[in-house]
């Protein structure tokens, strides 16, 4: 199949990471955990989508100036050999509490080994921070 016939899901993702470890997510009625973040609606900049879709998801806001890119990736939807995900992946500062909205049921911390856990585009992102030792 040519790239061209491929759907494209458009994604940015919020890559919070402490003590070795990268913040994911679960939301209702799933049973993978993402990295923070959605789809892009309309025109949107990577920049507003990252900010909406943190606000709905954690109920904490990120300061934009901060946002800086880490990469973009791209990976087949598991089961579905037309579909592609596109991530474009920030860091970024935030005010607030990190809370779990109520389309999130679960919040984890999760380290390299956890890669197995999140789909195979946020897979790609682990082993990018794993080889720069960024998670434990």
């Known amino acids: 199949m040519d790239a061209s016939s491929r759907k494209l899901i458009d994604t940015v993702a919020w890559v919070l990471i402490e003590d070795g470890r990268i ?17 892009r609606e309309g ?3 990577d920049l507003q989508t990252l900010v909406r879709e943190v606000a709905e998801e954690l109920a904490v806001d990120i300061t934009p100036g901060s ?9 087949a939807v ?3 050999t037309d579909t592609v995900v596109r991530m474009a992946c920030y860091t970024a500062d935030y005010r607030g509490v990190l ?6 049921e679960a919040l984890a911390w999760f380290g390299a080994a956890d890669r197995d856990l999140v789909p195979p585009v946020d897979q790609l992102l682990f082993d990018d921070l794993a080889a720069a030792g960024s998670l434990r």
């Open 43 to 45: 025109a949107e900049t």
């Open 23 to 39: 913040l994911c997510g679960r939301p209702r009625g799933k049973d993978v955990f993402f990295i923070p973040g959605g789809k």
């Open 99 to 104: 809370t779990a909205s109520s389309e999130i």
């Open 78 to 80: 598991p089961g579905h």
């Open 67 to 75: 946002a800086v890119h880490v990469g973009t990736y791209e990976a």
